[in-house]
């Protein structure tokens, strides 16, 4: 049963920046007032439109969060670098589906999607090898 995200009970600890998950949750909400190392965009986020910014997903390096509701609607994304948290970029979207933000690889985006594969191209780092010991 997909729940969606504004009914989905919230985790009740706190969480630092190496325990958020990858994948996108479906059983649970993480908050931006939750997640230790929030950076302070984060956290306020969701102030003008009354609505705590939640934990969506990881795309690369980023983590993405959400404030305002996932149907057409007025919300803003933030993505955080995980690897330099004072790396943030956001995409905002009214209430009619248009958006616009500003990518890492200096576009200013008028589609999500095209934001987010920003994103994604940006976190072209080659990973450290496992430490064999």
Known sequence: MNIPAEDRPLVDHMVHTDELPALPQRESRIIASLWVEAPNEVKTLGNDLQANPGYLRRIGRY????????????????????????RIWTFELDADGNGEGLGPDGIVHGRFRTWKESLRDDSDVESEPDDVN
């Not at 993405?64 to 948290?85: E, F, I, M, N």
């Open 63 to 86: 983590l993405l969060w959400r404030a305002g509701p996932a149907v057409r609607a007025r919300a803003r994304y933030a993505a955080v670098d995980s690897t330099d948290l004072s």
